[in-house]
């Protein structure tokens, strides 16, 4: 299923994208989609029927309907840093040996074609198209990766918008790079996990004004998405609703020679995955 949520900000209502490319409202079988609907087995059972129920859902009119974030209340969102061979390379460090962790606060999460805000003093943000994962069981010391796949819920396009040099040369952590506010584009849809053979086979595409920047596939990943889970759940629980944001292939600005071609206000960044939509954003001064 493509799960997504459409309406203004802080009002969205639950909805589905059927397979004949129609939108179809949701709010009449549950409330959101959120950790307690991705928990609960018979309310994706009762969102499934009602899918395949010819008219049972109502057709929702998607001319200038605002399409928000896919997932409501987001627990925690977890990110992989250096996790393809790639984009490892091209800013010259080292392959890591183990998964890189940083954090993103639920609140820099927006909708896939919401304005993206270039920071006040930022001269280097910087693009990162990344395959976003989102948990649907609890995950406690998981001992294979297989079981890690198991505990997803589904998948979602996500933009880690990134200020290299609050990340870098700010000295601390790289969370102040990463949380500025509207630095997590997320959507348009939440894709069931049924619907993605294999998470390791997604080309995922990136473009700033028209030109292409990133273009790679997951088979790059140094930790795939089932390790990655895996990994986590012994150092933290991974809750349903929590998102994991698995890194980005080569192509991001940071990369690039003298002068580092990095975001302005006024450039459009536009980015996809491979089953799991397109995001556009227009970048506005802070």
């Known amino acids: ?73 987001i627990g925690k969102i977890v990110c992989i840093g250096l996790n393809y061979h790639d984009h490892a390379t091209e800013t010259g460090a080292a392959i890591p040996t183990e998964p890189i962790l940083f954090f993103k606060a639920p609140d820099t999460v927006v909708g896939p ?12 943000t910087d693009w990162e198209v990344e395959l976003a994962v989102v ?32 990340q870098i040369e700010r000295g601390g952590t790289w969370d102040k790079g990463k949380n500025c506010e509207t630095f997590n584009p997320l959507g348009p ?14 080309p995922l595409k990136l473009w700033v004004n028209g030109e292409l920047k990133q273009d790679g596939t997951t088979a790059d990943q140094i930790f795939p998405v089932g390790e990655v889970v895996r990994y986590l759940s012994h150092f933290m629980t991974l809750y349903p609703g929590d998102v994991i944001n ?12 003298e002068p580092k071609p990095y975001l302005r206000a006024g450039d459009v960044v536009e980015l996809e995955i491979a089953g799991l939509g397109r995001q556009r954003q227009e970048l506005k001064d802070a």
Do not use: C, N
């Open 1 to 73: 299923m493509k799960l997504l949520r459409v309406g203004t900000a802080g009002a969205e209502r639950p909805a589905l994208l059927d397979e004949d490319g129609t939108l179809r409202d949701l709010s009449g079988v549950v409330a959101d989609i959120d950790s307690a609907l991705l928990a609960d087995e018979s309310a994706l059972a009762r969102v499934r029927a009602a899918a395949a129920a010819p008219g049972e859902l109502p057709e929702l009119d998607a001319e200038g309907l605002r399409v928000g974030p896919p997932l409501a209340r």
């Open 113 to 124: 074609d919401d304005t993206v805000l270039v920071p006040r003093g930022s001269v280097k």
């Open 135 to 166: 948990i649907g069981r609890t995950a406690r010391y998981l001992e294979s990766a297989e079981e890690g796949l198991a505990h997803v819920a589904g998948y979602a396009t996500a933009h880690d918008v990134s200020e290299r040099e609050f």
């Open 189 to 202: 849809w939440l894709v069931t996990a049924d619907e993605i053979a294999d998470p390791q086979a997604l």
């Open 246 to 257: 698995t890194g980005t292939p080569a192509g991001v600005a940071l990369g690039q020679p």
